[in-house]
């Protein structure tokens, strides 16, 4: 009597993955306030910290036990580019910003570019460059947006992420005038030369919300994809849709005295010297008209064919198969054929240890006149 059999590698274990794709949309109302009051920028889905270091987006208010956290929003900075200075950034930071001298934007900035950059043969960091290669401009204060695992999944998938920022010098009426940005045409080219966190992509400006751009326009940031983390030129989209416009780069307001009591009309750039990460996350908040990407799943599955032969299968072990040594179901016929009912399927190590159990949804007749295949699948 045959209970266990050997699988043969190559003839009945088969190895397959599998990607799955979600569609995840993020409203503008959702990051703006949707659950304050309507005259507040920040609503109560979005949750700050006493140590002011990043803000929090969940879509629903965060104290709720059905909350789910989005994403995380924060600034950073480096001297590098030579458009700050830890002197000049000191002198003009607000009284009450945890951050008066801007290191802890400076250590931020240094930490996401460990991670998402790596470093030189020096020993030294690398900085984030608009172009993702090793000699373009370098973006000097940058805003991050980290996704919560729970929405970008294994990645991010390439060429489908799109964030439509509302643009419009006046900060009272962002929406008026739209930017759009996405990793345009990174479904079939991406740059993943010199990055330890994976493959990413650089986002540019496009011509529509709903444009399949092939190569985009000017280069606003970059998005890594296995990371989840998108890393936003935020000065360079205010200032290019200044251009055009034929506007003052320096009178788009970024932080608002109206939603921030005590705090002046701020361009970006002022912004970042004299307001807080909460202040800055809240400013970028207000001017998201749409955020949406599709995140990926991989289901990496293993797939067994257990097999039983017209001769294999055919005797149960139940001690209940048999009385007075005849087996029941032949009804003392010798010629009626051994009959058994399959209903479980055990695969077992190589010193038959039972590892997994795979149940029928109904017993299977098995005979000496028919043979079986199981498929029998595992996901992981």
């Known amino acids: 009597m045959t209970t266990i059999k050997p699988l ?4 009945d274990i088969v ?27 920040r609503g109560d889905n979005i949750k700050t910290y006493s140590h002011g270091m990043f803000q929090s987006v969940y879509d629903y208010p965060f104290l709720s036990s059905s909350a789910n956290h989005i994403f995380d929003i924060t600034s950073g900075i480096t001297t590098a580019g030579g458009q700050y200075t830890t002197t000049g950034f000191a002198s003009g930071a607000a009284a009450d910003s945890p951050d008066p001298t801007g290191t802890s934007r400076i250590n931020i900035y ?3 570019a460990q991670y998402l950059v790596g470093f030189d043969a020096t020993g030294s960091n690398k900085y984030f460059r608009v172009s993702g290669t090793t000699s373009g401009e370098i973006i000097d204060d940058p805003m991050f947006v980290n996704f919560s695992r729970l929405l970008h999944k294994d990645e991010i998938e390439k060429g489908t992420f799109r964030l439509t920022l509302g643009t419009k010098p006046d900060y009272s009426i962002p929406d008026n005038h739209l930017l759009f940005i996405g990793d345009y045409g ?11 966190a994976g493959e990413f992509g650089i986002l540019r400006s496009g011509s529509s919300a709903t444009a399949t751009d092939a190569a985009g326009g000017a280069a606003l940031g970059l998005i890594y994809y296995q990371a989840g983390v998108v890393v936003l030129d935020v000065s360079a989209s ?26 002046p009309d701020l361009t970006y750039t002022g912004s970042v010297q004299s307001g807080t990460m909460d202040q800055l996350a809240d400013a970028l908040r207000h001017r998201v008209y749409n955020l949406e990407f599709n995140n990926t799943t991989e289901l990496n ?8 032969g017209t001769s294999e299968f055919n005797y149960s072990s139940n001690p209940t198969y048999v009385s007075g040594s005849e087996i029941i179901n032949k009804n003392s016929d010798e010629e009626n054929l051994p009959t058994s009912y399959i209903t479980t399927i055990g695969l ?3 010193a038959n240890q039972l590892l997994a159990v795979a149940k029928l949804s109904e017993p299977l007749k098995k005979t000496p006149e028919n043979e079986l295949t199981f498929r029998v699948r595992l996901d992981y």
């Not at 990174?186 to 330890?196: E, I, L, R, V």
């Not at 599955?301 to 039983?308: D, L």
Request: aromatic share 8%; net charge negative.
């Open 8 to 11: 043969q590698t190559e003839k």
């Open 348 to 350: 077992y190590s190589d």
């Open 15 to 41: 190895t397959v993955k599998v990607t799955l794709h979600e569609t995840i949309p993020v409203t503008g109302s959702l990051l703006s306030g949707t659950y304050g009051n309507a005259t507040e920028i």
């Open 238 to 263: 205010l200032f290019k849709t200044a251009r055009d416009q034929a506007v003052d780069p320096d009178t788009v307001i970024f932080v608002h005295a109206t939603d921030q009591p005590g705090t």
């Open 110 to 112: 240094n930490q996401m």
């Open 186 to 196: 990174a479904a079939t080219s991406f740059d993943d030369t010199n990055s330890p």
């Open 301 to 308: 599955s293993t797939i067994y064919f257990c097999r039983a």
